[in-house]
């Protein structure tokens, strides 16, 4: 098992170095930090010591790849690669454009996005995989026809209606709880509620479905056939055999996002005003902070690799067949 | 002339497309395999209503595809002809009244008063009333007359609509079709669309069936306009991100080895960042270009359209990972089957086992994952613009028009007819999407027959 992690983490690094050199092609080559610079000025204060002075103060005048005026190993490291993509790495993302350290940023507005997240993926998991299991056990009636209709329906509406609709019916007309938000302390309950129900809510009819099919699909195997010749009842069957069995492919789906958590939800977070890392990329996208957006995607992407190494191990949690070491 | 065509490329690559996806469908309509799960699909009710409702919202798209330039009034003394520098398409010369009968700002839908309090001047002196609007209602002598007004057109629809349906289903069925094509289904779905269409027609003209919005446009134009940006979207990136697909699924499945190794890292890097953190910074930096390069662009409208299409092709570069991992996997499979392992033994060469062997056999998968996509990548589309990276500000969009509309339902009362309007059309277009796809899923992928 190990062994295993060890190999599976060493497979990681060329893929986040990817990412990486990915990441700096886009924000370096494809556009010049002199582009970025005018972008940040504006229009009226651009003169080309303010782009000078710029980039001097965000480290973005030096060489991109090697700096050949540096002395000894300052040729590599002395540059944009190194001191901007490479450190990424260790754990140093460098200032936002506000000059606030972004690694500490993120560590304080990752509680928020989970305190959102987290419960909404447990609630948005249960709630679907019952109304599945529900449809599957009901299979080829009319509840099962309209509640598969109800499900394309529930898909087919815009993530923003549940949110703006949610926030205008339950905080504007009823008043229930605060439009939006965040609290510290236990009073916090009252901020989340909303965003949660919305959450799970919108996330329901594309889940129940394929969680449908998936049931669906163990139900005519050749186990589930034997089972009833044995004369077990239905609810036994679905509860002890098909559910067990169905959870492997659910498994797979639900494993990869777990990590992905931590980065909270783009949309939820900005509309509830949740000072979460959903809202901060946002923010950041929205005031073109490019050191942000920069960090967000690093951190992204080595919590989905974190994400597939998880799936692997779990699928040998509750597959005895896969060993992993084979 | 009194106009001037002009070519975007937006829709150049959109009547293209369309011409594409006939000949796709008389191809595959000769190809036996394939002709039978098209037959399977129309004799789905469901499959051809929501086809009738995807055909509307196109022919809306395309009449808003042909764009021309009119032609000025000569001025004294003048020999070349000058052009409006406005490009207008056809749907906007439909529609010409929607678009010129603007409001000063907001107003109800079917309001003959505006929505906010204006100071009038009378001879009794300075008093705060609901101004009369412009267009809306203005034929009326007698607003209390509004309600019988509007029944009487709304009812003038209803008639109309159920006399289309009839001629049509007159037409059909005089012929006595002898296939098991769903008729029921697209006259059912026609029945609606006559409904909605000669009802708005039959109200549009004199006044503002889903109101105006804050500059005091009407909102059903918007709306109208908003659906060929959703189609471009929804379509050209499929153009885009179709042969990055194929062309890297299958090169990976077939020949294995190294390249199989490279493609596999490259759709594992894309995969691994965050869909909307890749468009994102695809996006920002090609704003930078854009706003660095503005000798590029003549018009603001060419601006548009190429931001528009630059969006597509971002959109196509990051989505294309999901289809090449699938189509990888079934090559993997079809290429240890016994008829290929025979023509690679007769000497057949690879690009001909390719395109003879493999590509027939993978269209299924290609034409339902087409499909879905289409669904998902319109909902994207708003979602991105109210992020601010999604289309040009200027164009219109359901994104667009959303971001705009989302603060007016903090006002007292609410405004909210943008919103409802952008949101159940889209609700319409997404929906028969969906229903689409899942309808060709069932009739194309051999798992599912039986």
Same mark, same amino acid.
């Given at each position: 098992m190990f062994a295993y992690i060890l190999r599976r983490l060493v497979y990681a690094i060329p893929i986040l170095v990817g990412v990486n050199l990915l990441t700096f092609a886009l924000f370096f080559m494809v556009n010049t930090p002199d582009d970025m610079a005018r972008m940040q000025l504006g229009v009226k204060r651009v003169t080309a010591e303010a782009i000078e002075k710029w980039k001097a103060e965000r480290g973005y005048d030096r060489p991109l790849f090697w700096n050949g005026a540096a002395a000894g190993a300052g040729k590599a490291t002395e540059t944009i690669f190194f001191q901007k993509s490479a450190r990424m790495f260790l754990g140093d993302f460098g200032r936002a454009e506000d000059g606030r350290d972004i690694a500490r940023e993120i560590s304080a507005r990752m509680g928020p996005s989970l305190a959102i997240a987290v419960p909404t993926f447990l609630l948005g998991l249960g709630v679907a995989v019952t109304l599945a299991l529900m449809l599957a056990?009901?299979?080829?009636?009319? &509840?099962?026809?309209? $509640?598969?209709? &109800?499900?394309?329906?529930?898909?087919?509406i815009s993530g923003l209606f549940y949110i703006i609709g949610g926030q205008f019916v339950f905080a504007k007309?009823?008043? &229930?709880?605060?439009?939006?938000?965040?609290?510290?302390g236990l009073d916090t309950w009252r901020f989340l509620v909303l965003p949660i129900t919305i959450g799970v809510v919108g996330g329901i009819g594309a889940s129940t479905r394929w969680y449908r099919t998936l049931f669906l699909e163990e139900v005519n195997k050749d186990y589930v056939r034997t089972a009833r010749a044995k004369g077990l009842p239905e609810t036994v069957i679905f509860f002890r055999h098909i559910l067990k069995n169905a959870m492997i492919p659910i498994l797979t789906g639900v494993v990869v996002v777990i990590p992905s958590l931590f980065m909270g939800s783009l949309l939820t977070e900005s509309f509830f005003g949740i000072p979460g890392l959903g809202s901060y990329t946002i923010d950041a996208i929205q005031s073109q902070d490019f050191a942000v957006?920069?960090?967000?995607?690093?951190? $992204?992407?080595a919590l989905y690799i974190i994400g597939l190494m998880l799936t692997d191990i779990s699928y040998t949690l509750v597959d005895p067949r896969i060993r992993l070491s084979s | 002339m009194s106009f001037q065509p002009v070519l975007l490329w937006s829709d150049v690559l959109l009547w293209l497309l369309v011409f594409a996806v006939i000949g796709l469908g008389a191809y595959s309509g =000769?190809?036996?395999?394939? =002709?039978?799960?098209?037959?399977?699909? +129309?004799?789905?009710?469901?499959?051809?209503?929501?086809?009738?409702?995807l055909c509307a919202f196109l022919l809306v798209g395309l009449l808003d595809s042909l764009h021309y330039r009119q032609r000025l009034p000569d001025a004294p003394g003048q020999s070349e002809a000058v052009y409006a520098v406005e490009a207008l398409s056809a749907l906007d010369g439909l529609l010409?009244?929607?678009r010129e009968h603007n409001e000063r700002t907001y107003s109800a839908p079917l309001a003959a008063r505006a929505f906010v309090m204006e100071t009038e001047e009378t001879t009794a002196g300075v008093t705060r009333v609901y101004p009369r609007l412009h267009y809306g209602g203005a034929h009326l002598e007698d607003e209390s007359g509004k309600a019988i007004d509007v029944a009487r057109r709304a009812l003038t629809g209803v008639g109309l609509a159920l006399l289309c349906t009839a001629l049509v289903a007159g037409v059909v069925f005089r012929r006595k079709p002898q296939s098991d094509f769903a008729w029921r289904g697209v006259l059912s779905a026609l029945l609606v669309l006559f409904l909605v269409a000669c009802t708005l027609s039959q109200l549009a003209g004199d006044y503002h069936v889903f109101g105006t919005d804050k500059v005091g446009q009407d909102v059903l134009y918007q709306t109208l306009k908003s659906i060929r940006t959703a189609l471009v979207i929804g379509l050209v990136t499929t153009l885009v991100m179709l042969p990055l697909a194929v062309a890297l699924g299958i090169v990976? +499945? *077939?020949? =294995? +080895?190294?390249?199989?190794?490279?493609?596999? *890292?490259? *759709?594992?890097?894309?995969?691994s960042i965050p869909g909307v953190l890749l468009i994102a910074a695809s996006v920002l930096m090609?704003?930078?270009?854009?706003?660095t390069h503005p000798q590029w662009f003549s018009t603001s409208a060419e601006r548009a359209d190429l931001r528009l299409i630059a969006l597509c092709v971002i959109l196509g570069v990051t989505s294309w990972t999901g289809l090449a991992r699938l189509l990888r996997g079934e090559t993997l499979k079809l290429r240890e089957l016994d008829y290929i392992q025979a023509a690679r033994a007769f000497g057949v060469s690879s690009v001909r086992v390719i395109t003879r062997h493999i590509l027939p056999n993978l269209m299924h998968i290609v034409i339902i994952s087409l499909v879905m996509d289409f669904s998902a990548l319109v909902l994207a589309e708003a979602v991105l613009s109210y992020i601010g990276i999604g289309v040009d500000p200027s164009m219109h969009s359901f994104g667009s028009m959303i971001n705009n509309a989302r603060m007016e339902l903090s006002r007292e009362p609410a405004v909210w007819w943008s919103l409802a309007a952008a949101f159940s059309f889209m609700l319409v277009l997404v929906l028969a999407a969906n229903l689409f796809a899942d309808a060709m899923r069932d009739a194309f992928d051999p798992r599912h027959e039986g």
């Amino acid at each position: 098992m190990f062994a295993y992690i060890l190999r599976r983490l060493v497979y990681a690094i060329p893929i986040l170095v990817g990412v990486n050199l990915l990441t700096f092609a886009l924000f370096f080559m494809v556009n010049t930090p002199d582009d970025m610079a005018r972008m940040q000025l504006g229009v009226k204060r651009v003169t080309a010591e303010a782009i000078e002075k710029w980039k001097a103060e965000r480290g973005y005048d030096r060489p991109l790849f090697w700096n050949g005026a540096a002395a000894g190993a300052g040729k590599a490291t002395e540059t944009i690669f190194f001191q901007k993509s490479a450190r990424m790495f260790l754990g140093d993302f460098g200032r936002a454009e506000d000059g606030r350290d972004i690694a500490r940023e993120i560590s304080a507005r990752m509680g928020p996005s989970l305190a959102i997240a987290v419960p909404t993926f447990l609630l948005g998991l249960g709630v679907a995989v019952t109304l599945a299991l529900m449809l599957a056990f009901f299979r080829a009636t009319a &509840l099962d026809f309209w $509640g598969v209709a &109800l499900c394309v329906l529930l898909m087919s509406i815009s993530g923003l209606f549940y949110i703006i609709g949610g926030q205008f019916v339950f905080a504007k007309v009823w008043q &229930l709880v605060p439009i939006s938000g965040f609290g510290e302390g236990l009073d916090t309950w009252r901020f989340l509620v909303l965003p949660i129900t919305i959450g799970v809510v919108g996330g329901i009819g594309a889940s129940t479905r394929w969680y449908r099919t998936l049931f669906l699909e163990e139900v005519n195997k050749d186990y589930v056939r034997t089972a009833r010749a044995k004369g077990l009842p239905e609810t036994v069957i679905f509860f002890r055999h098909i559910l067990k069995n169905a959870m492997i492919p659910i498994l797979t789906g639900v494993v990869v996002v777990i990590p992905s958590l931590f980065m909270g939800s783009l949309l939820t977070e900005s509309f509830f005003g949740i000072p979460g890392l959903g809202s901060y990329t946002i923010d950041a996208i929205q005031s073109q902070d490019f050191a942000v957006v920069r960090s967000m995607v690093f951190i $992204g992407s080595a919590l989905y690799i974190i994400g597939l190494m998880l799936t692997d191990i779990s699928y040998t949690l509750v597959d005895p067949r896969i060993r992993l070491s084979s | 002339m009194s106009f001037q065509p002009v070519l975007l490329w937006s829709d150049v690559l959109l009547w293209l497309l369309v011409f594409a996806v006939i000949g796709l469908g008389a191809y595959s309509g =000769r190809a036996r395999h394939l =002709r039978r799960s098209w037959k399977r699909l +129309g004799k789905s009710n469901v499959a051809t209503a929501a086809a009738t409702l995807l055909c509307a919202f196109l022919l809306v798209g395309l009449l808003d595809s042909l764009h021309y330039r009119q032609r000025l009034p000569d001025a004294p003394g003048q020999s070349e002809a000058v052009y409006a520098v406005e490009a207008l398409s056809a749907l906007d010369g439909l529609l010409s009244h929607l678009r010129e009968h603007n409001e000063r700002t907001y107003s109800a839908p079917l309001a003959a008063r505006a929505f906010v309090m204006e100071t009038e001047e009378t001879t009794a002196g300075v008093t705060r009333v609901y101004p009369r609007l412009h267009y809306g209602g203005a034929h009326l002598e007698d607003e209390s007359g509004k309600a019988i007004d509007v029944a009487r057109r709304a009812l003038t629809g209803v008639g109309l609509a159920l006399l289309c349906t009839a001629l049509v289903a007159g037409v059909v069925f005089r012929r006595k079709p002898q296939s098991d094509f769903a008729w029921r289904g697209v006259l059912s779905a026609l029945l609606v669309l006559f409904l909605v269409a000669c009802t708005l027609s039959q109200l549009a003209g004199d006044y503002h069936v889903f109101g105006t919005d804050k500059v005091g446009q009407d909102v059903l134009y918007q709306t109208l306009k908003s659906i060929r940006t959703a189609l471009v979207i929804g379509l050209v990136t499929t153009l885009v991100m179709l042969p990055l697909a194929v062309a890297l699924g299958i090169v990976a +499945g *077939y020949f =294995r +080895g190294w390249a199989d190794d490279v493609i596999q *890292y490259l *759709y594992t890097v894309l995969n691994s960042i965050p869909g909307v953190l890749l468009i994102a910074a695809s996006v920002l930096m090609m704003q930078v270009v854009i706003d660095t390069h503005p000798q590029w662009f003549s018009t603001s409208a060419e601006r548009a359209d190429l931001r528009l299409i630059a969006l597509c092709v971002i959109l196509g570069v990051t989505s294309w990972t999901g289809l090449a991992r699938l189509l990888r996997g079934e090559t993997l499979k079809l290429r240890e089957l016994d008829y290929i392992q025979a023509a690679r033994a007769f000497g057949v060469s690879s690009v001909r086992v390719i395109t003879r062997h493999i590509l027939p056999n993978l269209m299924h998968i290609v034409i339902i994952s087409l499909v879905m996509d289409f669904s998902a990548l319109v909902l994207a589309e708003a979602v991105l613009s109210y992020i601010g990276i999604g289309v040009d500000p200027s164009m219109h969009s359901f994104g667009s028009m959303i971001n705009n509309a989302r603060m007016e339902l903090s006002r007292e009362p609410a405004v909210w007819w943008s919103l409802a309007a952008a949101f159940s059309f889209m609700l319409v277009l997404v929906l028969a999407a969906n229903l689409f796809a899942d309808a060709m899923r069932d009739a194309f992928d051999p798992r599912h027959e039986g």
